[in-house]
């Protein structure tokens, strides 16, 4: 695939792309994507688990972690200002809307950044050289470099290209899982 020549043209193309999908659409390739992800060995011996509670668009997550989060620690992020502080997932019923529209969980501040083992990263497109596009915020690109745990990138097949421009600042994942493909570095 041809290199993209600008993050927000590639972030308009594919923000135009999701507008040809529907809801259950979105909810048939969340699917496949975690069951992809279900198959790595990353996801399977992680206890610890950094995600992120979905909006319309994304992988969907909210499933997932209600499958998985009596046996793994799911810790989500909650935007305070220009950055994310994190706080650890107890129930669906915990959860409030934020001002972005995002649900995010109530409860003390989770700051043992040591304990996660894992950590699921939204973007707006990946690679395969395991780059990440995000939204343009850089909330991300400034968490990520506190946690030492592997990353991986979850997204649509059709957000996975062979190369996305990036900037020396945005952290690599270690694996992008899509629909039908996991790439590893």
Not at 19 to 32: A, G, L, Q
Not at 110 to 118: S, Y
Not at 139 to 163: E, N, S, T, W
């Amino acid at each position: 695939m041809k290199q993209v020549s600008s993050k927000q043209a590639l972030r308009n193309r594919i923000a135009a792309k999701k507008n040809t999908f529907s809801e259950t659409e979105f909810r048939v390739f969340s699917s496949e994507v975690i069951s992809m992800l279900e198959l790595t060995s990353l996801f399977q011996d992680a206890t610890c688990i950094l995600s992120y509670y979905s909006i319309l668009g994304e992988v969907e997550t909210h499933d997932f972690i209600d499958k998985y989060h009596e046996d793994k620690c799911f810790i989500l992020p909650v935007v305070r200002g220009n950055e994310l502080a994190l706080k650890k997932f107890t129930s669906p019923e915990e959860m409030i809307k934020s001002s972005f529209g995002i649900f995010e969980p109530t409860g003390d501040d989770f700051v043992d950044f040591d304990r996660i083992d894992l950590v699921l990263v939204p973007g707006v497109a990946f690679d395969r050289e395991l780059h990440r596009l995000g939204r343009g915020k850089g909330f991300y690109d400034r968490l990520l470099p506190l946690i030492q745990a592997p990353k991986i990138g979850v997204c649509f097949d059709f957000q996975l290209f062979d190369h996305i421009p990036y900037d020396k600042h945005d952290v690599k994942m270690n694996m992008i899982v899509s629909q039908n493909e996991i790439v590893i570095g």
